[in-house]
Antibody, heavy 116, light 107 residues
């Protein structure tokens, strides 16, 4: 069955960096677009970025472009989100999701807390 | 960005009631709209895509209609397991955008 498992979350100081990983299994990872989506605790959902299966085209929500970078390793079935210059307002649960136009499978989420 | 407006923001209904949630886009998104269900502490789950196509394993009491700018999600007979927050999301344009959610509670 399709499984997505995020890792790499934690506490980071403002201005710091963090790299999230998403390990995929149960499907042919290299066939799918993949996305990152975040949710501030108690708030709504915000799409961050998606990456294409093989040509590595990447799209970002404008407010985060430049600080966040999506990438993937199809050989290892891994999706990444590099986050730089983190701010307190980046505190959220970060989800990876498989994208078939809709987000049809989601990971369980990784909590990132930005605080001094 | 396409703005997605959901209403109501919350509702309380009895078991067995018919529940309708509305989502409006401020621009035409054709049929490219999904609905998700999120239970507390869990990741969202896809309910419907392309406005009306039921996701895998989703009970048939869930249905969706609409195109263009106006969409609805209907639960034909509310069940205790349906307590959750529901989000609409458009995928016609980048950035992908979500509604603010509708919290459904049992009366």
């Amino acid at each position: 069955q399709v499984q997505l498992l995020e890792s790499g979350g934690g506490l980071v100081k403002p201005g710091g960096s963090l790299r999230l990983s998403c390990s995929a299994s149960g499907f042919t990872f290299s066939d799918y677009y993949m996305s990152w989506i975040r949710q501030v605790p108690g708030k709504g959902l915000e799409w961050i970025s998606y990456i294409s299966p093989s040509d590595y085209s990447r799209y970002y929500t404008p407010s985060l472009k430049g600080r966040f970078t999506i990438s993937r390793d199809n050989a290892q079935n891994l999706l990444f989100l590099e986050m730089n210059d983190l701010r307190p307002e980046d505190t959220a649960v970060y989800y990876c999701a498989r994208q078939k136009r809709s987000f049809d499978y989601w990971g369980q989420g990784a909590l990132v807390t930005v605080s001094s | 960005d396409i703005q997605m407006t959901q209403f109501p923001s919350s509702l309380s209904a009895s078991v067995g009631d018919r529940v309708t949630i509305t989502c409006q886009a401020n621009r035409d998104v054709k049929k490219y709209l999904s609905w998700y269900q999120q239970k507390p502490g869990k990741a969202p789950k896809l309910l419907l895509s392309d406005a009306s196509n039921l996701g895998a394993g989703v009970p048939s009491r869930f249905s969706g209609t609409g195109s263009g700018t106006n969409f609805t999600l209907t639960i034909s007979s509310l069940q205790p397991d349906d307590i959750a927050t529901y989000y609409c999301q458009q995928y016609d344009n980048i950035p992908r955008t979500f509604g603010r959610g509708t919290k459904v509670e049992i009366k």
